[in-house]
């Protein structure tokens, strides 16, 4: 018989499984309730805040039995700083978690399941985060400015002096933004400031609602000297982003174990874990195993990242992106590093029929790092390629299991291997690698 309990009481439970939002899951007659702070093999007491249907949530009251993987968080901020929800739980656990999460995903999504599991790539647990979008908030009823990333569950700003996940140089830089913007007469309509890191500079780009006063562009570029950092404003969109001085270096990061450089501007997408994006396209170009003679495709290239090393090792390598401003930007980058046996496109690949002739070619290999929504409008398109090996890049399990069974069961492709990279510790998410082998 079920037991009868009122919203908010006191219970117990074993914690049985983790979420892919990081929540303990315990069963409570029969009905899964997730437990924000519950680890599995846990045994815990909890309180129900809300009640749906097919599941409960609840908030942590106790940890009676902890389990071997529990940790003490580094960050201070933990539980309220809504920038990372799992630093409770030991590194390895959190990876090995997260390959069962790809792994479930692959079986229960694509029906699918590879040959073989790789490692986790693993890299730096701290200090990693080179990109970030902090918050800005000046709140009255404080009276001062908030600056960091959100509160967890809520739209407020969480007030950070220090964050354990940024690389080190902007470790504290919330608290020091914060007090820089109290200063500003735009400390009202300032509402976020990107951070970017290369591997010798780094920017900052502040949202600026209002045009700053002299005084105001005088105090950021104080600021940017101390901090060495180059500051740029954003007034609209991202047409809009200028700097505040005119003879700040590019910023630039290395690849392909230092031979291969690229420059990036503040606002553009590079990935955020610098280190395991050294491994990722070691691992990309070793899973891929480009001869001199092959011509290789490259769908969502940005600004090279992984066609660059792909193009210094193939006969010829085509990347397609659809923002114009990054194919240009690659462009450059195959220039400047001497690479002549790449060419770039801007195309729409989630309309793939209106693609230009570089589509209507075959191509010996493929190699794809699409966004959170998959590629699944660009699989049509394998028919025709008919690549005897495809790279898969992905930065959520569920798309890409939805493709990896449209790339088995309707282009006979086998899934030969999978596993997870580590390019976001002390989150739940999930940055994995697949590769599969077309039937000959």
Request: aromatic share 6%; net charge neutral; hydrophobic share 45%.
């Amino acid at each position: 018989m079920a037991r009868t309990v009122k919203l908010g009481d006191i219970q117990e439970a074993l914690v049985v499984d983790l979420s892919h939002d990081g929540r303990g899951i315990a069963r409570v007659d029969g009905k899964a309730v997730f437990i924000e702070g519950a680890l599995p093999g846990e045994l815990v007491k909890f309180r129900v805040f809300k009640r749906r249907r097919q599941l409960d949530e609840a908030g942590l009251v106790d940890v009676v039995t902890p389990s071997a993987d529990r940790v003490v968080p580094k960050c201070m901020h933990f539980g309220v700083c809504g920038g990372c929800t799992l630093q409770h739980l030991a590194p390895a656990a959190q990876l090995a978690a997260k390959q069962r999460q790809l792994l479930d995903n692959l079986e229960r999504i694509g029906r699918v399941r590879p040959e073989q599991v790789f490692a986790p790539l693993e890299g730096p647990v701290w200090a990693y985060r080179r990109r970030a979008r902090l918050g800005v908030k000046f709140v009255t009823k404080k009276g001062r400015v908030l600056a960091g990333f959100r509160e967890r569950e809520k739209p407020y700003i969480a007030d950070i002096q220090r964050c354990e996940v940024l690389v080190e140089r902007f470790a504290t830089l919330s608290a020091e933004l914060a007090a820089l913007v109290e200063t500003l007469s735009v400390r009202e309509t300032l509402p976020q400031v990107e951070v970017a890191a290369g591997d010798h500079s780094a920017a900052l780009v502040f949202r600026v609602m209002q045009t700053p006063t002299a005084d105001d562009l005088d105090k950021l570029g104080a600021f940017g000297l101390l901090h060495g950092v180059q500051i740029f404003l954003q007034g609209g969109g991202i047409e809009t982003i200028k700097p505040l001085r005119s003879d700040y270096p590019p910023l630039t990061y290395s690849i392909d174990e230092e031979r291969l450089v690229l420059e990036f501007g503040p606002n553009d997408f590079v990935q955020v874990n610098r280190e395991i994006n050294k491994s990722m396209v070691a691992a990309a170009v070793d899973l891929l195993q480009p001869a001199s003679s092959d011509a290789v495709l490259d769908l969502f290239c940005g600004l090279g990242n992984f066609t660059l090393p792909l193009a210094a090792r193939a006969g010829k390598v085509v990347g397609v992106e659809g923002d114009a401003a990054l194919v240009a930007k690659a462009r450059a980058n195959a220039e400047r590093n001497a690479l002549g046996s790449v060419e770039f496109h801007v195309d729409n690949l989630f309309e793939p029929a209106g693609c230009g002739e570089w589509s209507k070619n075959p191509y010996d290999l493929v190699f794809l790092d699409p966004p959170r929504a998959g590629a699944s409008e660009i699989m049509e398109r394998m028919a025709h390629w008919r690549p005897r090996r495809v790279v898969y890049i992905s930065c959520h399990p569920g798309s890409l299991a939805r493709d990896a069974g449209v790339l088995v069961d309707a282009h006979g492709y086998t899934l030969t291997g999978a596993g997870v990279m580590d390019m976001f510790p002390h989150t739940t998410h999930v940055e994995s690698i697949a590769v599969f082998e077309r039937a000959t």
